[in-house]
């Protein structure tokens, strides 16, 4: 008898949507992202957009999505120092599930939300 090569049972460790939101989850990297999505930042402009997130937060989670492959960090050779972030290739190619899950959260929260505040 042929060995049934269909794994019915997967454990959770084995779901690609846990390995993508180990990349791309967490309270600050969807926000960093989605502003980068409209192009490139300097440090300073990101943190000023996320006034709530620490500058010892934002500099971490930037050297995540960085080792990551999510985005690019170019540093010009100036004084007083200039960088910049942008997405990577890898970053853009989230483009699409980024506005998805946009599209969805103003349908089923933030609609929820809002009716929630008219009552």
């Known amino acids: 008898m042929e060995e049934n090569k ?12 846990t390995a993508t939101i180990d990349v791309i ?3 600050w990297k969807p926000p960093i992202i989605w502003l980068l999505l409209r192009g490139a930042m300097r440090f300073g402009e990101l943190h000023k957009t996320i006034p709530a997130m620490a500058l010892k937060v934002l500099s971490r989670t930037l050297k995540e999505l960085e080792a990551d492959g999510i985005i690019n960090r170019k540093a010009y050779p100036e004084i007083p120092p ?16 980024m506005t998805l899950m946009s599209e969805w959260s103003r349908e089923h929260i933030m609609a929820v939300v809002e009716i929630d505040e008219k009552d």
Request: contains cysteine; hydrophobic residues 25%; proline residues 3%.
């Open 6 to 17: 269909i794994q019915k049972y997967h454990s959770a460790e084995d779901c690609p949507i």
């Open 25 to 27: 989850g967490g309270k």
């Open 82 to 97: 200039r960088v910049e972030y942008s997405l990577s290739q890898k970053g853009e190619s989230l483009r699409q599930i």
